[in-house]
């Protein structure tokens, strides 16, 4: 049995399996492609002299308990463990060293839920009522108004082109996770920004360009900088802690289900491919209706000032 020592030598030369699957991964989107040579560099860092191809169940077990001992969460663990899995599906359909995966039935530990944060109704309508007429005003609105109105990632906000986007439908096409294709409403506030902005673009954005979002040189804005764009605007609007893009999905997300109950419209709004994904926000729903009867109940009123 291979023994995975704690780290690898810094003389070791390269893995010529690994950059094979650097290769192979070449048409990968560029996000996917650094996360899953990071990861698998983690795993030939674990294994050392020892010929990443030979590694073992056992290996691959021992090495996600070193990890988590390390202080991994069981989120991070089985992110990598699907990058492992990749990795060890090439060497088995295309570079033809292994035999068996060695990933297989393996799961990484679980970690405690998480439930995500959101903005209070209130909150979200302070953060998107962006003040000015100037161009870079119009598109913070616009920009603000959608991710709050359809609940798009982040993703899908920065890829957004100009013709996947129909303001006399109400309508935006979005390609999510898996490539997977779907129509999301647009809100009649988020259509009006949207309308506003379009118009003043063209100030800034050569006729060339397809983003629905760019940047003052006139280029498509990137998810950095739209993750440091919502930020600022939090802080200039007067919100008392940090905004991030997923925040407004969340935020999205949970105020439809306090307002439909409708967890498979969520579903699918959301571009889950399963049903467990979504139902974290009926969790959401749970703490806002907890809060709305322990402000307004009178028994639990009275329980409180007997404290």
Same mark, same amino acid.
């Given at each position: ?14 893995d010529?399996?690994?950059e094979? $699957? ?22 030939? +860092?674990l294994?050392?002299? +020892? ?8 290996? #691959? ?22 990058? !492992?899995?990749?990795? $060890?599906? $090439?060497? *088995?359909?295309?570079?033809?060293? /292994? ?46 108004? @959608? ?49 506003? !902005? ?5 100030? #800034? ?20 900088? #739209?993750?440091? /764009? *919502?930020?600022?605007?939090a802080?200039?609007?007067? *919100? ?5 893009p997923?925040? @407004? ?8 289900l306090?307002?439909?109950?409708? *967890? ?9 491919? +399963? ?33």
């Amino acid at each position: 049995m291979t023994k995975l020592p704690a780290t690898r030598s810094a003389e070791s030369k390269p893995d010529a399996r690994v950059e094979a $699957f650097a290769r192979h991964l070449a048409s990968a989107p560029a996000h996917t492609r650094n996360a899953y040579l990071r990861d698998v560099n983690v795993l030939t +860092s674990l294994a050392g002299a +020892s010929d990443v191809a030979t590694l073992t169940r056992a290996d #691959i077990a021992r090495a996600l308990a070193t990890l988590h001992g390390r202080g991994l969460s069981g989120r991070s663990l089985a992110r990598m463990l699907s990058a !492992w899995r990749a990795f $060890f599906k $090439f060497l *088995l359909e295309r570079d033809g060293s /292994r035999r068996a995966d060695p990933c297989a039935g393996l799961k990484a530990p679980k970690s405690a839920r998480r439930l995500p944060s959101a903005l209070t109704p209130d909150e979200a309508a302070k953060l998107v009522t962006i003040e000015g007429d100037g161009v870079l005003a119009l598109r913070d609105r616009a920009l603000l108004e @959608l991710a709050y109105s359809s609940g798009l990632r982040l993703a899908e906000l920065a890829a957004l082109d100009c013709d996947r986007l129909d303001l006399d439908t109400c309508e935006v096409k979005v390609l999510g996770k898996g490539s997977k294709e779907r129509i999301v409403p647009v809100g009649r506030s988020a259509q009006h920004a949207l309308q506003a !902005w379009l118009r003043a673009r063209g100030a #800034i954005t050569p006729s060339t360009e397809r983003a629905v979002f760019t940047t003052q040189r006139g280029t498509r804005l990137s998810p950095r900088a #739209i993750e440091r /764009r *919502l930020a600022t605007l939090a802080v200039v609007q007067g *919100l008392d802690r940090h905004v991030h893009p997923h925040m @407004l999905r969340h935020s999205f997300a949970s105020h439809v289900l306090q307002s439909s109950g409708d *967890l498979r419209a969520v579903q699918e709004l959301l571009g889950h491919a +399963s049903i467990a994904s979504t139902q974290v926000y009926t969790h959401l729903d749970y703490q806002y209706l907890a809060k709305a009867y322990d402000a307004a109940h009178p028994r639990a009123r009275k329980q409180r000032r007997g404290k």
